[in-house]
């Protein structure tokens, strides 16, 4: 539970969920404070007290489909009637632990009906029971499967996306590389929300939030690493921590990040190496807002924002290039520029603080695109300052 004493760094929208959400006796899981059941439990009704009322939609798919440690359940949410489509392949957080298809649902079918286009859930088997490289092979198992049914399913096979948060960031990102690797077709798109990439505990981020003012904690992180990875020499496994893997040959990939998240650099490190893999990408930092948000955006505004920018990049898969996503924020590029510039003008803090909030408040306007840019060649200067601002709490 993020600790409130820290409000004034909090978004102010999103305290006031977490203390109604107090008040009601429902708290996110700890898995080191109770048993792992009890742990699951928790995350069940953590997540569940925000999915009320789901989102209504044309048709959903339950599968089980064969998978290395036995069945693999998919979900695919179907927002229309479109005969062919493109697809979302969604793989849940939890530090893979935690967490299903049920405690993601809404935000799936949030997601299928703003980027018009089915969402499909994997409900890849947990750790401690299944660890690495099980996961890796149910993803694997789950992509494929949808490769060979995409007639019967209805969808455009050249124009998959791969999207997840947390652990499904990471596999994701890991899913994409071993597909790449084994020369089978990679996907369209990429769309990583505040991922956990590596098991460096010792970053910028983990020394700053890691104790757990904002929720998530460094000692957590190590617990979940522990599960699923036991042995630390194969965390350098780039399908185990895939900050560690060779990104050339990625597609287009959008980073989302929390500015209040000991794993905040595992996001900011990722988007330099994909800058020197030379992969399209773009990063935005959601600067007052802690780990997980995504799944809050029912209540959080500024975490609906986050939700709408990743369904507005996957709409450009139904355009004749997903570049064309990256290229509109390359020519925003220029005003973003002399905004930064204008800030400079201003003492150090003002322009930190005018900065953090340009940035989290990008995509208020509903009748406007969610703008956050970051080129491939280099960072754009605004989100550095964003980033400063959150790690000295102004």
Same mark, same amino acid.
């Given at each position: 539970?993020?600790?409130?004493?820290?409000?004034?760094?909090?978004? $102010? +929208?999103?305290?006031?969920?977490?203390?109604?959400?107090?008040?009601?006796?429902?708290?996110?899981?700890?898995?080191?404070?109770?048993?792992? !059941?009890?742990?699951?439990?928790?995350?069940?009704?953590?997540?569940?007290?925000?999915?009320?009322?789901?989102?209504?939609? $044309?048709?959903?798919?339950?599968?089980?489909?064969?998978?290395?440690?036995?069945?693999?359940?998919?979900?695919?949410?179907?927002?229309?009637?479109?005969?062919?489509?493109?697809?979302?392949?969604?793989?849940?957080?939890?530090?893979?632990?935690?967490?299903?298809?049920?405690?993601?649902?809404?935000?799936?079918?949030?997601?299928?009906? @703003?980027?018009?286009?089915?969402?499909?859930?994997?409900?890849?088997?947990?750790?401690?029971?299944?660890?690495?490289?099980?996961?890796?092979? +149910?993803?694997?198992?789950?992509?494929?499967?949808?490769?060979? %049914?995409?007639?019967?399913?209805?969808?455009?096979?050249? @124009?998959?996306?791969?999207?997840?948060?947390? !652990?499904?960031?990471?596999?994701?990102?890991?899913?994409?590389?071993?597909?790449?690797?084994?020369?089978?077709?990679?996907?369209?798109?990429?769309?990583?929300?505040?991922?956990?990439?590596?098991?460096?505990?010792?970053?910028?981020?983990?020394?700053?939030?890691?104790?757990?003012?904002?929720?998530?904690?460094?000692?957590?992180?190590?617990?979940?690493?522990?599960?699923?990875?036991?042995?630390?020499?194969?965390?350098?496994?780039?399908?185990?921590?895939?900050?560690?893997?060779?990104?050339?040959?990625?597609?287009?990939?959008?980073?989302?990040?929390?500015?209040?998240?000991?794993?905040?650099?595992?996001?900011?490190?990722?988007?330099?190496?994909?800058?020197?893999?030379?992969?399209?990408?773009?990063?935005?930092?959601?600067?007052?807002?802690? %780990?997980?948000?995504?799944?809050?955006?029912?209540?959080?505004?500024?975490?609906?924002?986050?939700?709408? +920018?990743?369904?507005?990049?996957?709409?450009?898969?139904?355009?004749?290039?997903?570049?064309?996503?990256?290229?509109? %924020?390359?020519?925003?590029?220029?005003?973003?520029?002399?905004?930064?510039?204008?800030?400079?003008?201003?003492?150090?803090?003002?322009?930190?603080?005018?900065?953090?909030?340009?940035?989290?408040? %990008?995509?208020?306007?509903?009748?406007?695109?969610?703008?956050?840019?970051?080129?491939?060649?280099?960072?754009?200067?605004?989100?550095?300052?964003?980033?400063?601002?959150?790690? !000295?709490?102004?």
């Amino acid at each position: 539970m993020p600790n409130l004493l820290d409000a004034d760094r909090l978004n $102010h +929208e999103y305290r006031r969920a977490i203390l109604r959400a107090r008040r009601d006796g429902v708290q996110p899981a700890d898995p080191l404070a109770t048993s792992l !059941a009890r742990a699951r439990q928790d995350a069940l009704a953590w997540h569940g007290y925000w999915q009320d009322p789901l989102p209504r939609l $044309h048709r959903i798919i339950e599968q089980r489909i064969p998978g290395p440690v036995g069945p693999v359940p998919l979900r695919i949410f179907y927002p229309g009637r479109r005969k062919v489509s493109p697809l979302a392949v969604y793989f849940h957080g939890g530090g893979f632990v935690l967490n299903g298809v049920t405690t993601h649902e809404r935000l799936l079918r949030d997601l299928a009906i @703003r980027a018009r286009m089915p969402v499909c859930g994997v409900g890849y088997s947990l750790a401690p029971e299944h660890r690495f490289p099980v996961q890796v092979e +149910e993803a694997l198992a789950a992509v494929r499967w949808i490769v060979q %049914h995409a007639g019967e399913l209805g969808i455009a096979t050249g @124009r998959i996306a791969f999207i997840g948060d947390s !652990a499904g960031a990471n596999l994701a990102l890991a899913t994409a590389c071993a597909l790449r690797d084994s020369g089978e077709a990679a996907p369209a798109f990429l769309a990583l929300l505040y991922g956990m990439f590596s098991d460096d505990l010792d970053t910028p981020s983990h020394r700053t939030f890691g104790s757990g003012g904002f929720g998530l904690t460094t000692a957590r992180m190590r617990w979940f690493w522990e599960q699923y990875v036991p042995d630390p020499a194969d965390r350098r496994n780039p399908y185990a921590a895939p900050l560690h893997a060779d990104l050339s040959g990625l597609p287009p990939t959008l980073l989302i990040g929390a500015g209040l998240d000991c794993l905040l650099d595992d996001t900011l490190r990722l988007a330099e190496r994909l800058r020197v893999a030379g992969t399209q990408h773009v990063l935005s930092v959601y600067a007052d807002l802690p %780990h997980g948000f995504a799944t809050l955006a029912s209540a959080v505004s500024r975490a609906d924002d986050a939700v709408s +920018e990743a369904a507005d990049a996957l709409r450009y898969l139904y355009r004749s290039s997903v570049a064309g996503w990256a290229e509109r %924020h390359i020519r925003q590029q220029t005003a973003h520029r002399r905004l930064a510039e204008a800030f400079s003008g201003m003492s150090s803090r003002s322009s930190s603080l005018a900065a953090s909030r340009c940035l989290v408040g %990008h995509a208020r306007e509903r009748n406007s695109q969610a703008q956050a840019p970051l080129l491939p060649t280099q960072p754009v200067a605004i989100h550095q300052n964003a980033i400063q601002a959150a790690r !000295a709490g102004r």
